[in-house]
């Protein structure tokens, strides 16, 4: 049995849609950050903060599944902001999602959000 096409399944099931406001830049995700769309978000965010952008916004609003890679990534994203003097701050509501970051205490490492406006009304620290 071939199951190769079942690598690509779960890539294509995530969007990621970008804007910036005030002097965060916003990342909303819909969809399963998983294995298949974790290096997408890593990829997003290396892109990002080389090109100055050190701000970040992930909005998991739209997430309803949430892996281990999922979460890895998000770890990685706020080392690499901090790393140049930024910052992340994540929105979630999703309760599965919530649950994943309590599980790992992350949720007293990351400040978490109920919607993009409250994050991008964050003063941007200097």
């Not at 096409?5 to 002097?23: E, I, M």
């Not at 997003?44 to 916004?57: I, K, Y």
């Not at 890895?72 to 970051?101: K, M, N, P, W, Y």
């Amino acid at each position: 049995m071939d199951f190769g096409h079942l690598a690509d399944w779960s890539s294509v099931l995530s969007d990621f849609r970008r804007s910036v406001r005030n002097q965060w830049v916003v990342l909303a995700l819909t969809g399963e950050l998983d294995l298949g769309s974790a290096p997408r978000l890593h990829q997003t965010v290396v892109g990002e903060v080389a090109s100055g952008h050190h701000h970040l916004v992930i909005d998991l609003s739209g997430v309803d599944f949430m892996d281990s890679t999922g979460l890895g990534s998000i770890i990685g994203a706020l080392r690499r902001v901090r790393s140049h003097g930024g910052d992340l701050l994540l929105v979630c509501t999703e309760q599965r999602v919530l649950r994943v970051f309590e599980m790992c205490d992350l949720d007293r490492i990351f400040v978490f959000h109920v919607d993009v406006d409250s994050a991008v009304g964050t003063p941007v620290r200097v």
